[in-house]
Every structure is written in C-alpha cells, then in structure tokens.
C-alpha cells in the first residue's frame, strides 16, 4: 500500500510540474506583455505612428524607424533564408561526407552563441569599411542576415530530419529525381518548421540593437527609399535603437514605451504571418 500511495504521489507530482511550467510561462508572458501595453497604450496616437521627428516644431514620430525596421526585415531575411534553407538542403540531403556536415552544423552552433556585439563589429569593419557601404541600412541589414543565418540552418535542418524517409523512397520509386524529390516532397512537408526558423530570425532581427547601432546609424529622418541609390544609401534607426534612444539617451519613457508597444504588435504580426503562411503551403 504505501508504494502503491508513492508511486500515485509520484505520477500526480510529474503531471503537475509540466502544467506548473506552462503556467509559468503564460504567467510571465502576459506580466510582460501587459506592462508594456498598460505604459504604452496611452502614449501612442496617429500622429506619433505617421510623423517624423521635428525639434523645431516640437512634434515627436516614428514613422520613418517603422519604415526602417520594415526594410531591415524585409533585406535580412532576403539574404538569409534563401542562403540558409539552401545550406540546410545540402547538409541533410546532399552532404556526400558525414564530417562535413557535422563540422558545419558545430560551426552554426558556434556562431549562433556568439554575442552580437562581435557582429556588430565585424559588420562595422567588413560592410561599412571595407566594401565602402558606411552606416547605412544595408550594412546593418547584411550583418544581421549573416548573425541569423545559423539560426535559419539549424531549424530547417531539424525540419528535413522530421520527413519521413518513405516519401522520399516513395517519391524516389516513382522516377522522380533528387532534386525534384526534394522540391515537391521534402520541403512542403517541412515548411512549417521553415517558417518557425524564419520566425526565429525575424523575432532576432527585430529585437537586435548593438548591430544597428554599429552600422546603421541614429538618423530618425525619412529615408528616400524611391531609388536604388536611396535603398542603398539610406542610414537611420529602427524601432529598437529608437527605443533606445527614447528610454537611455532622452529619458522619455512614454515614448519609450509607445515604441515598445509597436514593436510588440510587429512581433505579434510577424508570428501570425509566418503561420499562416506554413498552413497555407
């Protein structure tokens, strides 16, 4: 009897501390998310989101860093994913010896613990130096596609590791070949764990300040975006340095959390984006 009472006070301790730990989470996610809401709501209004900032004219907006952080986005994961998702395909399907796919995968656990300053100060060098790009937007948006991309291997890869090995026997068996096998089974059937990868970047990327501030620059002018001269040129701060700014350099925290309270529906949108797109393919 009384093993029988440990081994049912055991069970019940094992099943609690699961959902102890998923309370938890939950907990702390809506404490965080709540407090930003509850200081940032108030402080946020059109004109803050569709302005620019005026000194002369005393207004305050953030419409040319949401632009900024949208171009950061949009240029990081168009470097990364495609570079990344690639790697991953030739690294689980491709990969002729064992070792050099496992030398590659330590090298992208490696890179993905490094701090970012590192990558803020190569990117500083290499982007902005050395090819001649100065603090611009490109630079910063360069050096976060390469501080992300071992993030995007390392979920795609563990995707294509959870395809089932008949559908490519399968597949295989009915004349299709390598590639083709790998385009039209492979990656739709793992496309969801894709998009979680690419969730993953974009949440770092937009999170991501010491890069930006690197090589990016502070500007929070609007940028002419119209050519490929401005696209190339443009320098400024995305919503994170602005936040930043607001909070360390100006000491306006309704500000400051107005921004933050941007950037959390920006998250929350990318999230819902990235899965919908998954279920849609």
Same mark, same amino acid.
């Given at each position: 009897?009384?093993?029988?009472?440990?081994?049912?006070?055991?069970?019940?301790?094992?099943?609690?501390?699961?959902?102890?730990?998923?309370?938890?989470?939950?907990?702390?996610?809506?404490?965080?998310?709540?407090?930003?809401?509850?200081?940032?709501?108030?402080?946020?209004?059109?004109?803050?989101?569709?302005?620019?900032?005026?000194?002369?004219?005393?207004?305050?907006?953030?419409?040319?860093?949401?632009?900024?952080?949208?171009?950061?986005?949009?240029?990081?994961?168009?470097?990364?994913?495609?570079?990344?998702?690639?790697?991953?395909?030739?690294?689980?399907?491709?990969?002729?010896?064992?070792?050099?796919?496992?030398?590659?995968?330590?090298?992208?656990?490696?890179?993905?613990?490094?701090?970012?300053?590192?990558? $803020?100060?190569?990117?500083?060098? *290499? +982007?902005? %130096? @050395? =090819?001649?790009?100065?603090?611009?937007?490109?630079? &910063?948006?360069?050096?976060?596609?390469?501080?992300?991309?071992?993030?995007?291997?390392?979920?795609?890869?563990?995707?294509?590791?959870?395809?089932?090995?008949?559908?490519?026997?399968?597949?295989?068996?009915?004349?299709?070949?390598?590639?083709?096998?790998?385009?039209?089974?492979?990656?739709?059937?793992?496309?969801?764990?894709?998009?979680?990868?690419?969730?993953?970047?974009?949440?770092?990327?937009?999170?991501?300040?010491?890069?930006?501030?690197?090589?990016?620059?502070?500007?929070?002018?609007?940028?002419?975006?119209?050519?490929?001269?401005?696209?190339?040129?443009?320098?400024?701060?995305?919503?994170?340095?602005?936040?930043?700014?607001?909070?360390?350099?100006?000491?306006?925290?309704?500000?400051?959390? $107005?921004?933050?309270?941007?950037? *959390? +529906?920006? %998250? @929350? =949108?990318?999230?819902?984006?990235?899965?919908?797109? &998954?279920?849609?393919?």
């Amino acid at each position: 009897m009384a093993k029988g009472r440990r081994r049912r006070a055991w069970n019940l301790l094992a099943a609690a501390l699961p959902r102890l730990g998923a309370l938890v989470t939950v907990g702390l996610l809506a404490f965080v998310a709540g407090y930003v809401l509850w200081r940032g709501l108030p402080g946020l209004s059109w004109a803050l989101l569709t302005q620019e900032e005026s000194v002369l004219h005393g207004q305050v907006g953030i419409a040319p860093c949401i632009l900024n952080t949208v171009y950061v986005i949009a240029v990081s994961l168009a470097a990364a994913l495609p570079l990344g998702v690639g790697a991953a395909v030739y690294l689980t399907e491709y990969a002729p010896r064992r070792r050099l796919a496992a030398a590659v995968e330590f090298a992208a656990e490696t890179l993905s613990g490094l701090p970012s300053i590192l990558y $803020a100060m190569v990117g500083s060098i *290499l +982007f902005c %130096t @050395v =090819l001649g790009l100065q603090k611009s937007l490109l630079a &910063g948006s360069l050096t976060l596609a390469i501080m992300t991309l071992p993030t995007v291997i390392r979920a795609t890869q563990e995707s294509l590791k959870t395809v089932p090995r008949s559908y490519r026997e399968g597949a295989l068996g009915l004349g299709a070949g390598k590639w083709r096998t790998v385009r039209t089974v492979v990656l739709p059937s793992s496309v969801r764990g894709i998009a979680a990868g690419c969730i993953l970047a974009a949440g770092r990327v937009v999170g991501e300040s010491a890069v930006l501030l690197y090589t990016a620059g502070l500007s929070t002018a609007m940028q002419d975006f119209s050519s490929l001269s401005g696209l190339v040129k443009a320098s400024g701060s995305t919503l994170t340095v602005a936040l930043y700014v607001y909070a360390k350099e100006r000491s306006d925290f309704t500000t400051a959390f $107005a921004v933050a309270t941007v950037l *959390l +529906f920006l %998250t @929350v =949108l990318l999230n819902l984006t990235a899965g919908a797109v &998954g279920r849609r393919r």
